[in-house]
């Protein structure tokens, strides 16, 4: 595989909201070689094949998740049994040297045997019966702050309108978890526009909770705005911005 196609690979894994460290953790690849990939164009390299095979393992795996409407978050992909009870960080470094189409084969059913089983759940009932029969700020920002997971799985898998998915989705801010940050993003391209200005919202979070850490959103916000069709989701980004203006 060549230096520019890895890159493409490690792009479209953090694109899920993973990071360095993260992928680093999960498949034992030096986070400063990721990092190396990432940024010195045409010259990095994993420096074992195993590893640039794991990687691509992960890719597929990560994308076949988000094809079936989960966001593949770490928690998430943690919870999804792989030949048996295996994570798929211990199967894949098991398995990575096996005939392609079989392990290709292996990841494909691993997910659709984890999605059909969630296809029958009522994440709208579950959530009542876990925060107090209701479904309003308070409890969604309630399950932000003690259950962020299924608050992701709310919004992605529950049978909500735009305007639930909305106020979820700005309250999933509250949480200020990068490992949701990746979710976030995918909505600020929702095609409600309500959606979109929660996912706004939910950003703008990150932000004032660390300015520092998260100042890059402050230039992703004014390049949206830039981008963006909906004249309300123009007027929360311009009211955020003057916010995040305050905190500079």
Do not use: C
């Amino acid at each position: 595989m060549s230096a520019v196609q890895l890159k493409q690979e490690v792009e479209k894994i953090f694109s899920f909201g993973w990071n360095s460290k993260s992928v680093s953790d999960y498949l034992d690849v030096k986070e400063g070689t990721l990092n190396d990939v990432l940024h010195r164009k045409n010259r990095a390299q994993l420096g074992s094949k195993s590893k640039t095979i794991r990687i691509t393992y992960f890719r597929i795996f990560l994308e076949k998740i988000s094809a079936s409407g989960v966001f593949p978050t770490h928690d998430l992909v943690d919870s999804i049994p792989v030949m048996g009870e295996r994570s798929f960080s211990t199967f894949i470094k098991e398995f990575y040297s096996k005939e392609e189409q079989l392990v290709i084969y292996i990841i494909n059913e691993s997910v659709e045997k984890f999605v059909s089983s969630r296809l029958a759940l009522d994440f709208v009932g579950l959530f009542k019966e876990k925060f107090g029969g209701v479904i309003n700020e308070k409890t969604l920002a309630d399950a932000a702050m003690k259950e962020p997971q299924f608050l992701a799985d709310f919004i992605t898998q529950g049978n909500i309108k735009n305007f639930t998915k909305a106020l979820a989705v700005s309250k999933l801010g509250l949480a200020v978890n990068d490992t949701f940050l990746g979710l976030i993003r995918s909505l600020t391209s929702d095609p409600s526009p309500l959606v979109r200005e929660g996912a706004y919202k939910a950003l703008s979070e990150y932000f004032f909770d660390d300015e520092e850490k998260y100042s890059y959103l402050y230039e992703e916000f004014k390049a949206a705005l830039e981008r963006e069709t909906g004249d309300g989701v123009k007027k929360q980004i311009v009211s955020l911005i003057k916010l995040m203006d305050m905190y500079k």
